[in-house]
């Protein structure tokens, strides 16, 4: 993990300060060691200035500071200034620790909070895809689509877990059946090289719906699901592609980390869809990856619908540092 460690006796089983900051929404909260995000405040980002923003919404009318905070940013984290992936904002943990008065702060990538995060989801955190009810032994696989596309896993290392984050939303993404070939060239013709994000996302989505019916009118991606729900055809159409290309990156990825420990799907897109994602166009999207469908079809998939994996992702990343001093 890219953390710094926490100098003993530095926080106490009550006083973390935890914040999920993603490239549309951020969330912040407060936690106990062991326990789960209390007090969460949700921020749309356009609403604030800055990620001092978010966390001054949330320490308003407090009268003690944490003595220490962790932070899940949307960006790869390396060294005490983060740029955010899909948003315009720089974050500087040393200013951030002076002007609030909380030190350590410490910063993961969001997925890689995330992949933190599965070991403590319960039943009624997650909704399943498909009809497996166990989640076996093995490497958990956490992706999902919201502003931008994220992937992360959880190892089994030496008794315990460690994760992996990655940046595979951005690896190359293309057609892999025929009807797909006239879809991904429109795509590539507005912007090339194609990457999972450029589909796999909230603009992403946007732009599939622009390339599967040229002509129609641009609208945002919440306006597309709502299109959908109310039984237009094209919206429709476009959220089945969706999700059918979900599944496939899906199984790729499962493919790539060998996830027999279970495939987790969280973001704002997936889970927004709510019945708009049909299972079984995932699952068969999922496990059609010739010659390893009954590798694929062992693997678990479940949508995570808990609104603050994240953040319990970040108590988790928290209570490590606390064990490693």
């Known amino acids: 993990m890219n953390v710094r460690a926490v100098p003993a006796g530095g926080v106490t089983m009550s006083d973390i300060l935890i914040a999920d900051i993603g490239g549309t929404t951020s969330r912040a909260a407060f936690a106990s060691l062991g326990g789960r995000p209390e007090h969460i405040i949700t921020i749309a980002n356009d609403s604030?200035?800055?990620?001092?923003?978010?966390?001054?919404?949330?320490?308003?009318?407090?009268?003690?500071?944490?003595?220490?905070?962790?932070?899940?940013?949307?960006?790869?984290?390396?060294?005490?200034?983060?740029?955010?992936?899909n948003r315009n904002w720089c974050v500087r943990l040393p200013e951030l620790s002076a002007r609030f008065g909380i030190s350590p702060i410490h910063a993961v990538n969001d997925f890689e909070a995330l992949a933190w995060a599965l070991p403590h989801l319960k039943p009624g955190d997650l909704q399943l895809i498909g009809d497996h009810a166990e989640w076996p032994a093995g490497v958990k696989l956490v992706l999902g689509p919201g502003t931008g596309l994220g992937v992360a896993a959880l190892v089994p290392a030496a008794g315990g877990w460690q994760v992996i984050a990655s940046e595979a939303g951005h690896s190359s993404f293309g057609p892999a059946?025929?009807?797909?070939?006239?879809?991904?060239?429109?795509l590539a013709e507005k912007a090339a090289p194609l990457s999972a994000e450029r589909v796999l996302s909230g603009p992403?989505?946007?732009?599939?719906?622009?390339?599967?019916?040229?002509?129609?009118?641009?609208?945002?991606?919440?306006?597309?699901?709502?299109q959908a729900?109310?039984?237009?055809r094209a919206s429709r159409a476009t959220v089945a592609m969706f999700v059918r290309l979900l599944g496939r990156f899906a199984g790729d990825m499962a493919?790539?980390?060998?996830?027999?420990?279970?495939?987790?799907?969280a973001g704002g897109v997936a889970t927004g869809l709510g019945p708009l994602f049909d299972a079984g166009l995932f699952r068969a999207?999922?496990?059609?990856?010739?010659?390893?469908?009954?590798?694929?079809?062992?693997?678990p998939s479940?949508?995570?619908?808990?609104?603050?994996?994240?953040?319990?992702?970040?108590?988790a990343v928290a209570e490590r540092l606390i064990r490693s001093v």
Request: proline share 8%; net charge negative; charged share 20%.
């Open 302 to 315: 479940a949508l995570i619908t808990c609104p603050e994996p994240g953040l319990i992702g970040c108590v």
């Open 229 to 232: 729900r109310a039984g237009d």
């Open 255 to 265: 493919l790539t980390f060998r996830a027999t420990g279970g495939v987790y799907i």
């Open 285 to 299: 999207a999922f496990e059609r990856h010739p010659p390893y469908e009954a590798l694929l079809k062992a693997i």
């Open 48 to 85: 604030v200035e800055g990620l001092e923003g978010v966390l001054a919404q949330l320490l308003d009318g407090t009268t003690q500071r944490p003595r220490a905070a962790v932070l899940a940013l949307a960006a790869p984290v390396a060294g005490d200034v983060i740029t955010l992936t």
């Open 204 to 226: 992403g989505l946007v732009a599939l719906h622009e390339a599967m019916h040229p002509g129609t009118l641009r609208v945002p991606s919440e306006m597309i699901v709502r």
């Open 177 to 186: 059946y025929p009807d797909e070939e006239i879809i991904f060239h429109r």
